[in-house]
Nanobody, 116 residues
Framework: EVQLVESGGGLVQAGGSLRLSCAAS????????IGWFRQAPGKEREGVSCISSSDGRTYYTDSVKGRFTISNDNAKNTVYLQMNSLKPEDTAVYYCAVPCTMTGYWGKGTLVTVSS
């Protein structure tokens, strides 16, 4: 059974940082790209960042480029999202997904709230 467990969300002031973690199990970690999506109140879910577990290639949506960094630890089957220079518009529930698409497996999410 595929399981994705997110952690690391919280309340932070604008300009601050958070690191999200996604602990994965139930599949061969190296075989998939894993990613982060987010859904803000009243908005559709959007892709934030993806990483290929096999070769480390990464993808970022334009609004987070230069501020967020995705990484993985294959030994721990864990994906991280380091979020710096956070803005109020980054406020959302952040979900981990595998594969990195809208139709894969999802975790339950972790809430990130950025105050102005």
């Amino acid at each position: 059974e595929v399981q994705l467990v997110e952690s690391g969300g919280g309340l932070v002031q604008a300009g601050g940082s958070l690191r999200l973690s996604c602990a994965a199990s139930g599949f061969t970690f190296d075989d998939y790209a894993i990613g982060w999506f987010r859904q803000a109140p009243g908005k559709e879910r959007e892709g934030v960042s993806c990483i290929s577990s096999s070769d480390g290639r990464t993808y970022y949506t334009d609004s987070v480029k230069g501020r967020f960094t995705i990484s993985n630890d294959n030994a721990k089957n864990t994906v991280y999202l380091q979020m710096n220079s956070l803005k109020p518009e980054d406020t959302a529930v952040y979900y981990c997904a595998v594969p990195c698409t809208m139709t894969g497996y999802w975790g339950k999410g972790t809430l990130v709230t950025v105050s102005s």
